[in-house]
């Protein structure tokens, strides 16, 4: 027999995400570290790859990427780095988003909804 001795709410602030191959520029400050690929974007986080290896020093670091939609239509977020692999010549990394405003991930949503809809109708395959 089990017993419930107490009920635990637990904020979880992810969310869903979605593969999708986007490109997008990596900027410290004002300067572009490099060229990137987003694999993988979601409501709290992203996932991006490039060749170049950013020093493992920067991980505290307050990063904006510029996110360039297939549409002509681009968003910034920030964020810290919170995982970083490698695998064969690219260097992975997951940015999950600080003081990105709630427009801003709504925008990102909206994106998002739209792409599962072309993948679902085969538009954007």
């Known amino acids: ?19 999708w191959n986007l490109q997008g520029d990596l900027n410290l400050e ?3 570290l490099c060229k990137i690929t987003i694999c993988k974007i979601g409501g ?3 996932m991006f790859y490039c060749e170049n ?10 990063f ?7 549409d002509n239509y681009n968003l910034v977020v920030s964020g810290v780095l919170s995982k970083l692999f490698k695998s064969g010549v690219n260097n992975y990394y997951e940015l999950v988003y600080v003081n990105t ?3 801003i991930k709504d925008k990102i949503f909206s994106k998002m909804f739209k792409k599962q809809m ?3 109708s085969g538009i954007g395959w």
């Open 1 to 19: 027999m089990i017993y419930i001795s107490g009920i635990k709410n637990i904020k979880f602030n992810d969310s869903f995400n979605l593969l």
């Open 30 to 32: 004002k300067f572009i």
């Open 44 to 46: 709290s986080s992203l």
């Open 53 to 62: 290896e950013l020093d493992k020093a920067l991980k505290e670091q307050i």
């Open 64 to 70: 904006n990427i510029k996110i360039y939609f297939s």
């Open 101 to 103: 405003p709630d427009t």
């Open 118 to 120: 072309e993948m679902k």
